[in-house]
Protein backbone atom coordinates (compact mmCIF):
# COMPACT_ATOMS: atom_id res chain seq x y z
CA UNK A 1 0.00 0.00 0.00
CA UNK A 2 1.27 3.10 -1.12
CA UNK A 3 0.27 6.81 0.59
CA UNK A 4 0.64 10.02 -2.06
CA UNK A 5 0.73 13.33 -0.76
CA UNK A 6 1.81 16.58 -2.55
CA UNK A 7 3.85 19.06 -1.48
CA UNK A 8 4.34 22.25 -3.69
CA UNK A 9 4.74 21.08 -7.48
CA UNK A 10 6.01 17.95 -5.82
CA UNK A 11 4.56 14.40 -5.53
CA UNK A 12 5.58 11.72 -2.94
CA UNK A 13 5.09 8.27 -2.67
CA UNK A 14 5.55 6.24 0.67
CA UNK A 15 5.42 2.46 0.80
CA UNK A 16 3.16 2.32 4.35
CA UNK A 17 2.79 -1.50 3.81
CA UNK A 18 3.33 -4.74 1.91
CA UNK A 19 1.25 -7.56 1.42
CA UNK A 20 1.86 -11.26 -0.40
CA UNK A 21 -0.60 -12.26 -3.16
CA UNK A 22 0.07 -15.81 -1.83
CA UNK A 23 -1.27 -14.34 1.83
CA UNK A 24 -4.85 -12.72 0.01
CA UNK A 25 -7.82 -15.19 0.71
CA UNK A 26 -10.66 -12.80 -0.35
CA UNK A 27 -11.52 -9.39 -1.62
CA UNK A 28 -15.11 -8.28 -0.53
CA UNK A 29 -16.53 -5.51 -2.71
CA UNK A 30 -18.73 -5.00 0.35
CA UNK A 31 -21.90 -4.29 -2.19
CA UNK A 32 -22.02 -5.34 -5.98
CA UNK A 33 -25.60 -3.30 -6.33
CA UNK A 34 -24.15 0.11 -5.64
CA UNK A 35 -21.23 1.84 -6.95
CA UNK A 36 -19.23 2.53 -4.22
CA UNK A 37 -14.99 2.51 -3.95
CA UNK A 38 -14.86 0.42 -0.51
CA UNK A 39 -13.97 -2.91 -0.29
CA UNK A 40 -11.95 -5.26 2.27
CA UNK A 41 -8.32 -7.61 2.15
CA UNK A 42 -8.77 -10.78 3.69
CA UNK A 43 -5.18 -11.45 5.03
CA UNK A 44 -4.35 -12.63 8.34
CA UNK A 45 -6.62 -9.49 9.11
CA UNK A 46 -8.75 -8.10 7.38
CA UNK A 47 -7.96 -4.72 6.01
CA UNK A 48 -10.63 -2.12 4.86
CA UNK A 49 -9.57 -0.26 1.28
CA UNK A 50 -10.86 2.65 -0.51
CA UNK A 51 -9.90 2.91 -4.35
CA UNK A 52 -10.05 5.70 -6.15
CA UNK A 53 -13.42 4.90 -8.22
CA UNK A 54 -15.41 2.05 -8.36
CA UNK A 55 -13.76 1.26 -12.20
CA UNK A 56 -10.43 1.56 -10.03
CA UNK A 57 -11.96 -1.27 -7.74
CA UNK A 58 -12.93 -3.43 -10.27
CA UNK A 59 -9.57 -2.97 -12.26
CA UNK A 60 -7.26 -3.67 -9.63
CA UNK A 61 -9.83 -6.83 -8.14
CA UNK A 62 -9.52 -8.81 -12.07
CA UNK A 63 -5.22 -7.84 -11.83
CA UNK A 64 -5.15 -9.59 -8.42
CA UNK A 65 -7.34 -12.55 -10.01
CA UNK A 66 -5.12 -12.31 -13.68
CA UNK A 67 -2.11 -12.62 -11.15
CA UNK A 68 -3.78 -15.62 -9.14
CA UNK A 69 -4.94 -17.26 -12.27
CA UNK A 70 -1.41 -16.97 -14.25
CA UNK A 71 1.59 -17.54 -10.75
CA UNK A 72 -0.70 -19.03 -7.84
CA UNK A 73 -3.41 -20.75 -9.29
CA UNK A 74 -5.18 -20.96 -5.37
CA UNK A 75 -8.14 -20.75 -4.35
CA UNK A 76 -9.15 -16.74 -4.61
CA UNK A 77 -12.68 -15.46 -3.70
CA UNK A 78 -13.38 -12.30 -5.15
CA UNK A 79 -17.18 -11.66 -3.44
CA UNK A 80 -20.16 -9.01 -3.46
CA UNK A 81 -18.63 -7.99 -7.05
CA UNK A 82 -20.49 -8.07 -9.81
CA UNK A 83 -19.32 -11.22 -12.39
CA UNK A 84 -20.18 -9.12 -15.58
CA UNK A 85 -17.38 -6.74 -14.95
CA UNK A 86 -15.10 -8.88 -13.75
CA UNK A 87 -14.66 -10.89 -17.00
CA UNK A 88 -12.80 -9.74 -19.34
CA UNK A 89 -14.60 -11.90 -21.78
CA UNK A 90 -17.43 -9.97 -20.88
CA UNK A 91 -18.74 -7.47 -23.29
CA UNK A 92 -20.06 -4.79 -20.26
CA UNK A 93 -15.93 -5.39 -19.20
CA UNK A 94 -13.87 -2.37 -19.00
CA UNK A 95 -11.50 -2.68 -22.22
CA UNK A 96 -15.02 -2.91 -24.42
CA UNK A 97 -16.42 0.39 -22.51
CA UNK A 98 -14.83 2.61 -24.75
CA UNK A 99 -16.82 0.43 -27.75
CA UNK A 100 -20.18 0.38 -25.96
CA UNK A 101 -20.36 4.20 -25.81
CA UNK A 102 -19.99 4.80 -29.73
CA UNK A 103 -22.26 2.12 -30.34
CA UNK A 104 -25.09 3.82 -28.06
CA UNK A 105 -24.21 7.17 -29.38
CA UNK A 106 -24.42 5.88 -32.90
CA UNK A 107 -27.91 4.61 -31.96
CA UNK A 108 -29.47 7.41 -30.68
CA UNK A 109 -27.36 9.36 -33.83
CA UNK A 110 -29.51 7.50 -36.17
CA UNK A 111 -32.80 7.30 -34.71
CA UNK A 112 -32.69 11.64 -34.49
CA UNK A 113 -31.88 10.76 -37.96
CA UNK A 114 -35.20 8.87 -38.87
CA UNK A 115 -36.85 10.66 -36.65
CA UNK A 116 -36.15 13.84 -38.81
CA UNK A 117 -36.44 12.19 -42.16
CA UNK A 118 -40.35 11.20 -40.97
CA UNK A 119 -43.11 13.69 -42.13
CA UNK A 120 -45.68 14.65 -39.90
CA UNK A 121 -49.11 14.97 -41.40
Given at each position: ?9 EEK ?86 FLV ?20
Amino acid sequence: MVKHWRMDREEKYEIVEKWFLKDLEMIDGKEADTDNPYFDMHFHKVYNMEAYSCASKYTFARTLNKLNAMYLKKDFKIVNFDDTYLNDDSIWSSSNRDFLVVMRVCFYASNLLCLSLCRLS
